[in-house]
C-alpha cells in the first residue's frame, strides 16, 4: 500500500509528493513553525507557499531547522499576478528564494491567469527553469481556456495546474482535460475548507472504516490519482491528515463520494469549471465576473 512518501511523475521525470502542507492563511511565526513541525514528523516532505501568503521567510526557516537535506524537501511557490511580465517574473522568482533561503524551487507556479502577463511570464518561467532556478513549472486556477491558449504558444508545457477541488467541485471536465494534455492536477482546498465536515454522508463512511470525515475525504482524493495539499494551523489536524494510506475505500464509496459534487466552489459562489467568461484583466487575478478573488 502506498505511504505519505508516495510521488507523481511530472511531465519533466521530476517526482513530486502526492501530499503536502499547503500554507494559505498561515501568517507569522508562531503559527507557521508548529504547522511544519508537525507536518516534518508525520512525514510530510512537500510544503506549499507563495508570494503572496506573506509567510515564505517563515516556511524557509522552519525547515532550515528541521535539518532534512534540501534533496529530501518539495518546495512550491507562486508568482503573483502584478509580477507576470518580461523582467518581473524572475525577480519574484528571486525573491521567493531569498525568502526561503532556497538555491532552488522544486516548483513554481503562475499564481492566476492574467490577459497577455501570463503568456510573457510564461516565457521567463521556461528560461528559469532551463537556469536550474526551478525544477518544474506550472500554472494555478487555469482554466480549460487558458490552458489551450497557453499550450497553444509556450515550448514547454505546465506540469502541474493547482486548482480548487473537493467533493463539492469536482472539477471532472478541467481534470480530465489537464490528464489528455500531461499536466498534474493538484487539488488545494480539498476539504472544501472544512465544509466536508457536516455532510451526514461523508460521516457514516468515517464512522464504517472509524476514521475522521477529512481522513476520508482526503483518501478520495488520494485513490483519485491527484496530489494534494491540504491546510491545517493545528498540528493535530496535520498528523491526521497525513494518516490516510492504511485504509482503502471501496469502488461504491469512491463513486458515492463522487455524487457530492455540486459544481459549488467555497471559495467563489460563481466558478466558471472550464474558464470561460473569466474576466482577465491586464493586472488583476482572472476572476468570475462580479467576485473577488481571495489570494487562495
Known amino acids: 500500500m502506498s505511504d505519505i512518501s508516495s510521488q507523481i511523475k511530472l511531465a519533466n521525470g521530476l517526482g513530486m509528493p502526492r501530499l503536502g502542507l499547503g500554507t494559505w492563511g498561515l501568517s507569522g511565526r508562531a503559527a507557521v513553525a508548529p504547522a511544519v513541525e508537525a507536518a516534518l514528523e508525520a512525514g510530510y516532505r512537500s510544503f506549499d507557499t507563495a508570494s503572496v501568503y506573506g509567510?515564505?521567510?517563515?516556511?524557509?526557516?522552519?525547515?532550515?531547522?528541521?535539518?532534512?537535506?534540501?534533496?529530501?524537501?518539495?518546495?512550491?511557490?507562486?508568482?503573483?499576478?502584478?509580477?507576470?511580465?518580461?523582467?518581473?517574473?524572475?525577480?519574484?522568482?528571486?525573491?521567493?528564494?531569498?525568502?526561503?533561503?532556497?538555491?532552488?524551487?522544486?516548483?513554481?507556479?503562475?499564481?492566476?491567469?492574467?490577459?497577455?502577463?501570463?503568456?510573457?511570464?510564461w516565457e521567463e518561467m521556461e528560461r528559469l527553469l532551463s537556469e536550474g532556478l526551478v525544477r518544474a513549472i506550472g500554472v494555478s486556477n487555469f482554466g480549460k481556456g487558458h490552458l489551450a491558449r497557453l499550450l497553444a504558444?509556450?515550448?514547454?508545457?505546465?506540469?502541474?495546474?493547482?486548482?480548487e477541488l473537493h467533493p463539492y467541485l469536482s472539477q471532472e471536465p478541467l481534470a480530465g482535460y489537464c490528464r489528455d494534455q500531461g499536466i498534474v492536477v493538484e487539488a488545494y482546498s480539498p476539504l472544501a475548507r472544512g465544509q466536508v465536515r457536516k455532510n451526514q454522508?461523508?460521516?457514516?463512511?468515517?464512522?464504517?472504516?472509524?476514521?475522521?470525515?477529512?481522513?476520508?475525504?482526503?483518501?478520495?482524493?488520494?485513490?483519485?490519482?491527484?496530489?494534494?495539499?491540504?491546510?491545517?494551523?493545528?498540528?493535530?489536524?496535520?498528523?491526521?491528515?497525513?494518516?490516510?494510506?492504511?485504509?482503502?475505500?471501496?469502488?461504491?464509496?469512491?463513486a458515492g463520494i463522487g455524487r457530492q459534487n455540486q459544481d459549488r466552489s467555497v471559495l467563489r459562489p460563481r466558478f466558471e469549471l472550464d474558464g470561460e467568461g473569466w474576466v482577465m484583466g491586464d493586472g488583476g487575478p482572472a476572476v468570475p465576473l462580479g467576485h473577488p478573488v481571495r489570494p487562495e
Open 201 to 254: 454522508f461523508f460521516q457514516k463512511l468515517a464512522r464504517r472504516h472509524g476514521r475522521s470525515v477529512a481522513q476520508v475525504v482526503l483518501r478520495w482524493h488520494f485513490q483519485g490519482g491527484r496530489a494534494l495539499i491540504p491546510k491545517s494551523a493545528t498540528p493535530q489536524r496535520v498528523r491526521e491528515n497525513g494518516a490516510i494510506f492504511d485504509f482503502v475505500l471501496s469502488p461504491e464509496e469512491m
Open 55 to 121: 509567510n515564505e521567510a517563515e516556511l524557509g526557516a522552519s525547515l532550515r531547522e528541521s535539518g532534512l537535506a534540501r534533496g529530501e524537501l518539495f518546495v512550491a511557490s507562486k508568482v503573483w499576478n502584478s509580477d507576470q511580465g518580461p523582467g518581473l517574473t524572475r525577480q519574484a522568482c528571486l525573491g521567493s528564494l531569498e525568502r526561503l533561503g532556497l538555491q532552488f524551487l522544486d516548483l513554481l507556479l503562475l499564481h492566476w491567469p492574467v490577459a497577455l502577463r501570463s503568456l510573457q511570464a
Open 153 to 163: 504558444a509556450c515550448g514547454t508545457r505546465p506540469m502541474v495546474n493547482q486548482i
